[in-house]
């Protein structure tokens, strides 16, 4: 297991009247990922770094889609 750091356990609170999330550094797998917690619901994603920079590499016209009323269930 990875040495533990004292700035892994921060947390990060993101909220705001549409949404919230809490984020943190997950080092329990292969490697650093970001563990995301949503505030509402509880779900609770993770992803690994080249997750994270494929989100940084898309437009915003690809995110607004994700988060597109008409896209959800």
Request: glycine fraction near 8%.
């Amino acid at each position: 297991m990875p040495a533990r750091h004292e700035s892994d356990d921060v947390q990060i609170v993101i909220e705001n009247e549409f949404g919230g999330v809490i984020l943190t550094k997950d080092t329990s797998a292969n490697g650093a990922r970001l563990k995301m917690e949503g505030l509402r619901t509880g779900t609770v994603a993770y992803l690994d770094p080249l997750e994270l920079e494929s989100i940084c590499a898309v437009g915003p016209e690809v995110l607004a889609t994700i988060v597109s009323p008409e896209s959800r269930p």
